[in-house]
């Protein structure tokens, strides 16, 4: 069993700042755990805006605080995300998240991430292993 809190990832190599300074995100569930799945706190900035693209995984993201516009870029189609409210990625779709305010979500991706990922130039994760 597996009991961590938030707090006690702050400062560690869980706690990933992005390189293009638009969120932060605490990874509290890695591939290393071995459950087939990753999670994740994360928290966009307010004013900010973040092009993603998961051709590698799929996501699931629940908004906990904040509000934001996702777009899927593959139809054009705008959403307005409060907490409460779910979105998921089944389909690898090409999205951009604008916050109105800072956004705070719980996020799962499968397959797990490892860690070390960030958004490349086409805002992918690249697929890594713990053997990378």
């Known amino acids: 069993m597996i009991v961590r809190s938030f707090a006690e ?26 459950v087939g799945f990753s999670l ?3 928290v966009l900035y ?21 509000e934001a516009e996702l777009t899927d870029e593959e139809t054009g189609q705008s959403y307005t995300i409060t907490p ?3 979105y998921l990625l089944n389909g690898h779709e090409r999205h951009t998240l604008r916050p109105k305010s800072d956004f705070r979500c719980l996020c ?25």
């Open 84 to 86: 409460g409210v779910m």
């Open 46 to 66: 307010a004013g900010t805006e973040t092009r993603m693209w998961y051709a590698n995984h799929i996501e699931a993201v629940v908004c906990t605080e904040g």
């Open 9 to 34: 990832l702050d400062g560690t190599d869980r706690h990933i700042k992005s390189a293009s300074g638009t969120w932060e995100s605490k990874r509290i569930v890695l591939a290393k755990e071995g």
């Open 108 to 132: 799962v991706f499968n397959p797990p991430v490892t860690g070390r990922e960030d958004h490349d130039e086409n805002g992918t994760y690249p697929l890594l292993t713990e053997e990378d």
């Open 40 to 42: 994740h706190e994360t």
